[in-house]
């Protein structure tokens, strides 16, 4: 659950509410953080819990729903990337329509376990019940390293820096809305991998980190906001797969800045990263707060476009908005 | 999530086809229990997650939503009372209808705190998102004792109990599903208390022990099952609540026996069990298998009535069907 010092979106204040009242609560002294960064940290252990409902994060027309089901765990295990910890388990609580047939079981538990497997992770413990409509809401939780990766740690100077090309997910997102069910973007959006490796190697290297779930401005401004920092990325450094500029066409800027899901990580660090990471470095840490971007004449002050996850899903139609609807 | 030996109910293949998948899955060795019981095993830890979703699981009209939300916090930190375990966190997964106005998210957030505070547990994280109806998935965490209580050790000879008086609650829901709000079986379904010190008094005197969410005789039917044993249990000798013959009338069998969600503990122990405990014999554990009700005529083999979590939430009507739809 993310905080009240973020960017201004739709339920921004919903989560401060909820939040507000949370953090009076006591607490064990095994929890070491709550609420606010990727995962909290609590008995050594990292952990987070993450949603996917259908016709809200995904359509079941997008692909087999063991896919949908993969993709849905591998969301939740990118939590535990971003602070560098290592997955060992995962709960699945499944709402299902009431009359779902049953091969539909088979193919949700093949994605789930293939995703936790993957991911070194056993699905502990579950919860089945009938609900409206198809969700999948997975509890992760793994091993914390020493010093786990958070968002609060970027300074001025620090350079920012992506793994992957984020904004391919959202590509892809916006050709499955126009009724497309092929192609290289389609599968970033539906095939994330949780950066599991890279998050454990940035250990010792990166001065914050964060995965890239909600769009690149949007997640980028709740790092400076925890980091009491500002920051100005590279228009043109930001990693595209190949093809996508002629493939995202006058969406691209937006796509780049604003699409979310892609679940790369987001990171800050002081001098190189270590070599074999495949990231790249977008921008700089500054001390004014405030997030800019250099379009190529100088740097230029934006607000992150707000990402109401309130909002209706999309229609199917080709004038699709590519954002995706995750908390 | 519950194993494939349960009496047969409806969801039961459900479940097993999605446990025969996840048991397939290599674990980490910290991973000491996964699916089968109240509660996995990991890291020293009791894990369990618990859903509860409008319409499915409960009505708005029943009750102001703090304490809708404070019982769905109480129903699922009742998974680790049942383990013996000590509740630390919980993490929270709230789906809310699109206009879900403001001042609802701080009743949500009073009424787990409130319960988790209560349970000495804090709030570590969670994940708000559109829902189509209003829903609260509660994974809870809490230290594991070093032999928490499980379903699968009823031996031949052990007595069988339970605290409070299980048949209460459903007594109290089908009041609800009748269209009144107030009074004393009202209460119990609306505020079951977690035995989290019932649970820890039992540790080291309990063969077996679990939580009462589904009916007395399905639940009993699962220890019995995972146990490998049959049981006898005398139905004169169940709890009631003071009135609960008058207000339950011709219902009295059926809501003993199959009225679900009290929350309140069913154990077997070999002999007596710790004094303070507000503990009732109901039987003893056969080593014949299957399930007897003895109701003054001698033993009755009985099959529990079929707990279909995925019919449809019963309407609200003096006929209502007074189980609960709890998973």
């Known amino acids: 659950m993310s905080g009240a010092d973020?960017?201004?979106v739709a339920e921004d204040a919903r989560i401060a509410r909820l939040?507000?009242?949370f953090d009076r609560?006591?607490?064990?002294?095994?929890?070491?953080?709550?609420?606010?960064?990727?995962?909290a940290l609590a008995h050594g252990l990292a952990l987070s819990v993450d949603v996917a409902v259908e016709d809200v994060h995904f359509r079941r027309s997008f692909a087999p729903l063991a896919a949908l089901a993969e993709r849905a765990a591998n969301a939740a295990l990118s939590d535990l990337a971003a602070m560098g910890a290592t997955p060992t388990g995962l709960l699945l609580a499944l709402l299902v329509p009431r009359d779902e047939p049953p091969a539909s079981f088979d193919a949700l538990a093949e994605g789930v376990a293939k995703a936790a497997e993957a991911a070194g992770a056993a699905v502990l413990g579950g919860n089945l019940s009938r609900g409206h409509a198809l969700s999948l809401t997975t509890t992760v939780l793994g091993r914390a390293p020493e010093s786990p990766l958070r968002r609060d740690g970027a300074r001025p100077g620090d350079g920012i820096w992506v793994t992957g090309a984020p904004g391919d997910a959202a590509l892809g997102l916006a050709r499955l809305m126009a009724g497309e069910r092929e192609g290289p973007f389609i599968a970033r959006w539906l095939h994330p991998r949780p950066r599991l490796g890279a998050g454990r190697a940035l250990l010792g290297h990166a001065s914050a980190a964060m995965d890239l779930s909600d769009g690149l401005l949007l997640d980028l401004g709740r790092m400076t906001g925890a980091s009491g920092v500002g920051a100005t990325i590279r228009l043109a450094d930001i990693p595209r797969g190949p093809g996508f500029a002629a493939a995202a066409g006058a969406d691209a800027r937006a796509l780049l800045l604003g699409g979310g899901e892609s679940y790369e990580l987001l990171f800050t660090a002081r001098g190189d990263v270590p070599s074999p990471l495949e990231a790249t470095r977008i921008g700089t840490i500054d001390a004014a707060p405030g997030l800019r971007v250099d379009a190529g004449a100088g740097p230029d002050p934006v607000v992150p476009a707000g990402h109401d996850h309130f909002s209706a899903f999309p229609p199917a139609a080709p004038s699709a908005r590519p954002k995706a609807e995750r908390e």
């Open 6 to 8: 973020e960017p201004e």
């Open 19 to 21: 939040r507000a009242r």
């Open 25 to 39: 609560s006591p607490r064990d002294p095994a929890v070491a953080l709550a609420i606010g960064d990727d995962a």
